[in-house]
């Protein structure tokens, strides 16, 4: 590998001062924060290339999170779909089991740096809670994560995971109780809490600079693919260097920018995000923000979202509690605009095939969020030559996802001792129980 401490964060293209990517993104906040906004500003424009900062940051990937992950042949499956070579980037082999690790080790840093003892966060499935507890743990930072209360019955392992890093879990009441609702809170905590807090925003969304700064700490998985693909593609006997397609999921999009962004100057690499589909995209009940939503402000930036007529947000729907936001990070909105990365969707059963597929074939359990992106890799891969390849962002892994997955395949699954031959649909995760 080479020295990625010595690649610039800010070394491809960048939005503009005040954040935009064209007509998206900027910074829509209230005045109480505009001081907190400038501040984090200020100190990410200090330190983003900082050789102190960034040796310190790849120390912590390689020897806290064990960077680099590595690119996998897919061998089998490529085969079987008898087109294009298929490779995985396992972010699943990460500490904390995803990508999003990654995000918040920047953070943290920056943090520290601004000396803030007190660091907040909002959940969702509880992935980017468990990363942030992690972190905090790692630096002695107080930790407080705001998780809608319906996501804190469905996910209480997340929840009992954080509790064990030492993270206090606030359930949010609001609103439909979920991941909006636990944004505001955490919102409101800060506009609260501004001198001593710092906002660590778990995607590329909110106002700016966090849509490129978590794109930025991201980056690094499309970096060492940059240099582990034709080394790849050497041992397979494949002609050229870089992949002919790269694809990841897309919920708020940091996975899919971290992989995205330095392949970006790669024209032949043809971009792909796959958003889900839910029931079919035509059903209502999807997620997908960039190719059913129109844009609006969200969270502090202009972007693609899921609204109605009166601008009001409306419910989202996924499999994969990941991928389940009304909107999407801005340089997404961008980079669909001027055509160089393009959108598809994969439905909640594509995606919960591609997962089994995956278990049984190549023996890697991916989460559903990632079953999205594999399940339309394989999909693509057959319409394609077998010396051709497309590289997958494999997310994170799927243990999280197995109450889900056996809940939806009726099968039996262990559950603690405490629930014997009870149901505890939204107690636990939704599992049925061995009896
Ligand atoms: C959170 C999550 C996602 C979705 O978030 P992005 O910001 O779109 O990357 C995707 N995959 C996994 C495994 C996640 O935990």
């Given at each position: 590998m080479p020295n990625l401490q010595r690649i610039p964060m800010s070394s491809y293209q960048q939005p503009d001062a005040s954040g935009h990517f064209g007509p998206?993104?900027?910074?829509?906040?209230?005045?109480?924060?505009?001081?907190?906004?400038?501040?984090?500003?200020?100190?990410?424009?200090?330190?983003?290339?900082?050789?102190?900062?960034?040796?310190?940051?790849?120390?912590?990937?390689?020897?806290?999170?064990?960077?680099?992950?590595?690119?996998?042949?897919?061998?089998?499956t490529s085969r079987e779909m008898g087109g294009a070579q298929i490779y995985l980037k396992r972010e699943d082999l990460n500490h904390t089991g995803a990508h999003k690790i990654n995000?918040?080790?920047?953070?943290?840093?920056?943090?520290?740096?601004?000396?803030?003892?007190?660091?907040?966060?909002?959940?969702?499935?509880?992935?980017?809670?468990?990363?942030?507890?992690?972190?905090?743990?790692?630096?002695?930072?107080?930790?407080?994560?705001?998780?809608?209360?319906?996501?804190?019955?469905?996910?209480?392992?997340?929840?009992?995971?954080?509790?064990?890093?030492?993270?206090?879990?606030?359930?949010?009441?609001?609103?439909?109780?979920?991941?909006?609702?636990?944004?505001?809170?955490?919102?409101r905590d800060w506009v609260a809490n501004v001198d001593n807090t710092f906002y660590i925003i778990g995607t590329v969304a909110g106002p700016h600079p966090y849509p490129m700064m978590v794109r930025d700490f991201q980056s690094v998985i499309g970096k060492e693919c940059i240099e582990q693909m034709p080394a790849m593609l050497t041992e397979q006997k494949v002609l050229g260097g870089q992949p002919d397609a790269v694809i990841?999921?897309?919920?708020?999009?940091?996975?899919?920018?971290?992989?995205?962004?330095?392949?970006?100057?790669?024209?032949?690499?043809?971009?792909i995000g796959v958003e889900a589909a839910g029931e079919g995209l035509?059903?209502?009940?999807?997620?997908?923000?960039?190719?059913?939503?129109?844009?609006?402000?969200?969270?502090?930036?202009?972007?693609?979202?899921?609204?109605?007529?009166?601008g009001q947000i409306t419910e989202t729907h996924s499999i994969s509690a990941g991928l389940d936001y009304p909107g999407v990070g801005p340089e997404h909105a961008w980079l669909q605009e001027i055509g160089r990365a393009e959108y598809v969707g994969i439905t909640d059963k594509e995606a919960l095939d591609a997962f089994h597929y995956l278990c049984r074939t190549e023996g890697i359990i991916p989460a559903l969020e990632s079953s999205h992106a594999v399940a339309y890799a394989m999909k693509l891969a057959k319409t394609m030559r077998p010396d051709q390849s497309i590289l997958v962002n494999l997310s994170g892994r799927g243990d999280k996802d197995i109450g889900t997955v056996a809940d939806l395949s009726g099968a039996d699954f262990y559950c603690r001792p405490s629930c014997q031959g009870q149901s505890v649909k939204g107690g636990e995760q939704p599992i049925k129980v061995v009896k």
């Open positions: 998206y993104g900027g910074s829509f906040v209230s005045e109480t924060l505009t001081h907190a906004i400038q501040e984090l500003r200020e100190a990410y424009a200090r330190y983003q290339n900082d050789p102190e900062f960034l040796a310190e940051f790849h120390y912590e990937l390689k020897h806290f999170v064990g960077r680099p992950s590595p690119i996998y042949h897919a061998a089998r995000n918040v080790i920047g953070q943290a840093m920056l943090a520290k740096r601004m000396g803030k003892p007190r660091v907040i966060a909002e959940t969702g499935a509880g992935q980017h809670g468990v990363a942030t507890a992690t972190i905090c743990a790692r630096y002695g930072l107080e930790c407080v994560v705001y998780m809608g209360a319906e996501d804190v019955k469905r996910q209480s392992p997340n929840v009992y995971r954080m509790k064990l890093l030492g993270a206090t879990v606030v359930p949010v009441e609001s609103g439909s109780k979920t991941l909006k609702d636990a944004l505001n809170d955490a919102m990841a999921c897309v919920g708020g999009g940091s996975n899919a920018m971290g992989i995205f962004h330095p392949y970006i100057p790669f024209e032949k690499t043809r971009l035509e059903s209502g009940k999807h997620s997908a923000s960039l190719q059913k939503g129109s844009a609006g402000v969200l969270h502090g930036n202009r972007t693609f979202i899921l609204q109605d007529d009166n």
